[in-house]
Nanobody, 127 residues
Framework: VQLQASGGGLVQAGDSLRLSCAVS????????MGWIRQAPGKEREFVAG????????NYADSVKGRFTISRDSTKNTVYLQMNNLTPDDTAVYYC?????????????????????WGQGTLVTVSS
């Protein structure tokens, strides 16, 4: 599977932004897709995940209620809608994927469980 993220940019605190991840190369019902970010000088951090098969989602506590992950099966695209952004959300955002043998496999928040990565897209939130 190949992943292509886009949609990053410079915004002000309180603004919204939507990231997109175009997915190609396979059928996706056995994949979990995720957004993972890395702020300058920090470790990679799980943001949100979605199970392609049924759209089940999970989130990091830091973004719950502000960010929404979704997928459009007709466009093979995963989205991350980010609302009420703060400077702490400034990071490079990566789209990632994880293959699961069972379509109903449980979801993870561990970034190391994701083994396929796209290039990142930079999100900068000014105060």
């Amino acid at each position: 599977v190949q992943l292509q993220a886009s949609g990053g940019g410079l915004v002000q605190a309180g603004d919204s932004l939507r990231l997109s991840c175009a997915v190609s190369g396979s059928t996706f019902n056995h994949y979990h897709m995720g957004w993972i970010r890395q702020a300058p000088g920090k470790e990679r951090e799980f943001v949100a995940g979605i199970r392609w098969y049924d759209g089940n989602t999970n989130y990091a506590d830091s973004v719950k209620g502000r960010f929404t992950i979704s997928r459009d099966s007709t466009k093979n695209t995963v989205y991350l809608q980010m609302n009420n952004l703060t400077p702490d959300d400034t990071a490079v955002y990566y789209c990632a994927a994880r293959f699961r043998s069972s379509m109903r496999a449980s979801m993870s928040r561990d970034v190391y469980d994701y083994n396929k990565w796209g290039q990142g897209t930079l999100v900068t939130v000014s105060s």
